[in-house]
């Protein structure tokens, strides 16, 4: 037990930090004034009539050798320059590109049309600055990203690489897919596969769908999560699978209105929201609900994760898990208030963070270890307004029994298995 609560808490910390320093990265970028020439459309579009780019006619070459990165950016600045829908066509086959900027405001309604693969090159000096991403697109309204290719982010022949394991200022490898400042998205249909970081990354977005999408990195593979979000609202993931080596989902500071339904997650640290109060004057985390969801041998199953001694306050609330099925998962449900993973930390038990009105609810299936349920809050602020309603995960094993450990936590409990009901 207590070799596998110390690699948890490390690959925890490591996650963490990496959010941390993602959405730092963001905030930099952001200061600066956006770019702001304008695009040339290389293929001139009447105005409100739209176009289409095929990579191939702009000189790709899906060989799966050959570095296409000028193809696509000037099919993305000529689609973004155009009125109307505009679509770019990724074709089948293999294009490897580097760093690919998809700035906009755009004139119209741009949509990838992803039918091949874009495959992310490896060579890491390639990003850097504004380019420290593989796709970022910024500041754009109106994108559709579908089709049914994959974003191969190559990550095997990098991930050797990352030292964030050992070191606190690792330098981070680039995310797959950032969405920064976008708002009214859908990604849908895509494969996400083997993100040399994040798979997917959200940062100031309204109204964005994720509906449909496969994201797929072996258990083992470092800071692999699949999809983290933060100061975004409205966000829905839907019928969506996810199995990597960090977080299937994680659910930032400044999230709001989110809905995670009909995922599957696993491998994976499960589907968090935090960590909060690293920082100071983090936003809250209001609204976010978890529905028919299963997780499968997973480290955690739905957790809650926020910093003792966080730098000021910040409020999680209305957080509703309903219907989620648990296959061996080693910690089913956990709230940890306390979460300290690294030697900075204080544990003062002064908590800035509150979290409240968190309902669990027809949650069922299997534990890999003892403790099905763990509630450890703060005695400062305590998490109040804990409801559970038809909890029931038991131990898979037979050499303990299924238990909760709860501390600091005000519950109200029905219909529960009573060994969990931490009232
Ligand atoms: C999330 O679901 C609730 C109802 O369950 C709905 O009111 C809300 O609009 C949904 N939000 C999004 C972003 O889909
Ligand atoms: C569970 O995941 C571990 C790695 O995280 C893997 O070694 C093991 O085979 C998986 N078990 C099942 C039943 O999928
Ligand atoms: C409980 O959740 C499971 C999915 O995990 C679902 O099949 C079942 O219908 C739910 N039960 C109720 C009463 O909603
Ligand atoms: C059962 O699990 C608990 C919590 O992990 C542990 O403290 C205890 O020693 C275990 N008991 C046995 C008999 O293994």
Redesign the pocket.
Known sequence: MASRNHSSTCRILVSFLLVATTVAVFADADGKKPDEKGYAPAAVAAAGAGGSYDIIKLGANGNGRTDSSKAVMEAWKSACGGAGKQTIVIPKGDFVTGPMDFTGPCKGAVTVQLDGNLLGSNDLSKYKGKLANWIEVRKVDNLVISGKGTLDGQGPGVWGKNSCAKNYNCKILPNTLVLNTVNNALVSGITLKDAKFFHMNMFRCKDVTVQGVTITAP??SPNTDGIHMGDSSRVSIVGTAIGTGDDCISVGPGSDGINITGVTC??GHGISVGSLGRYKDEKDVRDVTVRDCVL??T?NGVRIKSYEDALSPITASRLTYENIRME?VANPIIIDQKYCPNKICTSSGSSEVTVKDVTFKNITGTSSTPEAVTLVCSDKLPCSGVQMQDVNVQYAGTDNKTMAVCSNAQVTATGCLKELACV
Request: a neutral charge.
């Open positions: 258990a083992e696993g491998p499968r041998n480290t061996g």
